[in-house]
């Protein structure tokens, strides 16, 4: 599986979620998101500290924060971009509905 990692220009009237986690193990893990339109100009973001998880959950993390981020900004049509070649089989997977109950019972 190839992962592009650069910035990729959407088509005009859509956003680019861009997302990112790390982790040193045991010690702290983040994530981050920022929004962009179709012009590369920035809508929106932010990072937050997680506390102790494995980098593929702060991944995880970030690409559900930033499409609960989306959502409440009223973005309808969103093209998402993450490093983690992981993360992109398991949101592309058909157990992403489970994992989504999963979080929105860890969030809430």
Same mark, same amino acid.
């Given at each position: 599986?190839?992962?592009?990692?650069?910035?990729?220009?959407?088509?005009?009237?859509?956003?680019?979620?861009?997302t990112d986690g790390t982790?040193?193990?045991?010690?702290? /893990?983040?994530?981050? !998101? +920022?929004?962009?339109?179709?012009? @590369?100009?920035?809508?929106?973001?932010? *990072?937050r500290h997680l506390g102790?998880?494995? /980098?593929?959950?702060? !991944? +995880?993390?970030?690409?559900?924060? @930033?499409?609960?981020?989306?959502?409440? *900004?009223g973005i309808t049509k969103?093209?998402?971009?993450?490093?983690?070649?992981?993360?992109?089989?398991?949101?592309?997977?058909?157990?992403?509905?489970?994992?989504?109950?999963?979080?929105?019972?860890?969030?809430?």
């Amino acid at each position: 599986m190839e992962v592009d990692i650069a910035w990729q220009q959407p088509e005009a009237g859509w956003v680019v979620l861009n997302t990112d986690g790390t982790s040193k193990m045991d010690v702290a /893990a983040g994530c981050g !998101e +920022l929004l962009r339109n179709s012009h @590369g100009q920035w809508i929106g973001g932010f *990072s937050r500290h997680l506390g102790i998880y494995r /980098a593929y959950l702060a !991944e +995880l993390w970030g690409v559900f924060d @930033g499409l609960r981020f989306a959502w409440e *900004s009223g973005i309808t049509k969103l093209k998402v971009q993450v490093d983690s070649p992981v993360v992109v089989y398991t949101l592309n997977s058909s157990n992403i509905g489970n994992l989504w109950k999963k979080y929105y019972n860890i969030a809430n």
